[in-house]
């Protein structure tokens, strides 16, 4: 069995990938904090997120630390600001009172800082031999575009849950030409596959190191559950039956009043969604958006059926059965384009599901990379053999049964951070982010207990 993708390990391509990561996230950065005016950038529009003039200031200041200072051992610009942008020394909820930096005083920063940066990555070695540093292969300018990313996907987050008017405008996926008619679920097969990655230079701890492990067979929807399903359950007295929940998350549902999707609201007979600024009918085709954990999880049981694991996931996303090899993606080793995922804000929407033909897996399975964030059944736990590097509160801190583990990206979500060993984790009760899920069986015949 190969265990190593197909990757690029030329230093100057890295080098050149690397400069593009960074440029490809200022400017979404750029677009998400100069849509709106300076008030709200420093006001707090949810206490579950920072104010989005931290995230800015924030973002310089990690690019700093790591380039900077750790890569290029320079000192210093501004230390007094180190501990306001530590993102685990204040929770989101205080940090409005802070003393930050102002807006024009956060781009400045960012600015400078990245000016900086890349003259450091002109020289940088890139080199592939000998022991693991944050410039091999490039891998810390890897992994400051993808934590920017991640606070724009952040960022993106905010922008959904303002009050007011669009501020951030997109196209809309292309519609299908006609309803997707595929199987409603593909079989895939048992045995073992190679999870994880040894071999993807810009891969974060938690992905290392690659290891097998052995799925039995099981059965997997072929495409994300959509709003149309999603409101089976709910006309069904989903969220009224205690039956199909968790304890905690029934106890969520009668705690803060739970009855549809966050953001879904009745108008008269119709369902309607607010999505950036703007109301409009909930579209039936489109993956379901805005659930927890705990309500795919009640879905998956009122469907009798399950939320996969998260090898589950990985080996149908992953696997490839004629070879025994683990890709890097679903459609092969080559990098996602707009025609194989809807990823990198291109969208500010899900494709209808059964889009996407040329990213599908294998074996059939559409939409495993982009669209949404899917839930799994499984817990965020490291590989055998983990090493957190290069600092312990990226992965290793979180590990546990608190968080839940989520995979494959969403339209919000960048092509540098999204691959198919990406692991995602959050609170089971989180609704906020752009997560929903696709359900799986053990193989066998299906058994829904409600029909």
Not at 166 to 187: I, K, Q, R, S
Not at 288 to 308: M, Q
Not at 338 to 357: F, M
């Amino acid at each position: 069995m190969t265990t190593e993708e197909n990757v690029t390990t030329d230093p100057e391509a890295l080098r050149a990938r690397a400069a593009d990561a960074l440029e490809t996230a200022r400017r979404r950065t750029t677009l998400l904090t100069s849509c709106v005016e300076e008030p709200e950038l420093t006001a707090q529009h949810s206490p579950l997120m920072s104010p989005l003039v931290w995230d800015l200031a924030h973002i310089g200041n990690q690019e700093e630390q790591w380039l900077l200072r750790a890569v290029a051992g320079q000192e210093a610009m501004r230390p007094e600001i180190d501990p306001l942008y530590d993102a685990f020394e204040h929770p989101r909820s205080e940090r409005p009172s802070l003393p930050l930096l102002a807006p024009h005083e956060a781009r400045g920063y960012a600015a400078e800082v990245r000016g900086r940066a890349l003259d450091v990555l002109e020289t940088a070695s890139f080199a592939l031999d000998g022991p693991a540093s944050l410039t091999r292969a490039g891998f810390a300018f890897g992994m400051i575009a993808q934590h920017e990313q991640q606070h724009d996907e952040t960022m993106l987050i905010t922008h959904q849950l303002r009050s007011g008017g669009a501020a951030l405008t997109a196209p809309d996926p292309e519609p299908l030409a006609e309803p997707f008619a595929g199987p409603a679920e593909v079989l895939v097969p048992g045995g073992p596959f190679t999870m994880g990655t040894s071999a993807e230079p810009w891969a974060l701890d938690n992905e290392r190191p690659a290891h097998v492990r052995d799925v039995p067979s099981f059965h997997l929807d072929t495409t994300p559950v959509t709003n149309g399903a999603y409101l089976e359950f709910i006309a069904d007295g989903g969220y009224r039956q205690e039956r199909w929940w968790h304890p905690a998350g029934w106890a969520a549902v009668r705690e803060h009043g739970l009855h549809a999707p966050l953001f879904w609201r009745r108008e008269g007979g119709d369902w309607v969604r607010r999505r950036f600024g703007v109301s409009e009918p909930v579209p039936p085709d489109e993956p379901v958006l805005h659930v927890s954990w705990y309500e795919a999880d009640a879905y998956a049981r009122w469907a009798g059926r399950r939320l996969p694991t998260e090898e589950e996931w990985e080996k149908a996303a992953r696997h490839d059965p004629v070879t025994g090899r683990s890709r890097r993606y679903p459609w092969g080793d080559a990098d996602p384009t707009p025609e194989r995922a809807n990823l990198g804000q291109r969208h500010l929407r899900p494709a209808p599901a059964g889009s996407c033909a040329a990213g599908e897996s294998p074996l059939g399975v559409r939409q495993l990379i982009g669209d949404v964030w899917e839930w799994t059944a499984s817990d965020f736990t490291p590989y055998p053999g983990f090493v957190a590097y290069p600092y312990r509160e990226y992965s290793e801190v979180f590990f546990g049964p608190e968080h839940k583990v989520l995979r494959g990206g969403s339209f919000a979500v960048a092509d540098v951070v999204c691959r198919g060993t990406f692991r995602n984790w959050d609170y089971p009760v989180r609704r906020q982010i752009f997560s929903g899920f696709r359900t799986a069986r053990d193989a066998g015949p299906a058994v829904g207990e409600h029909a």
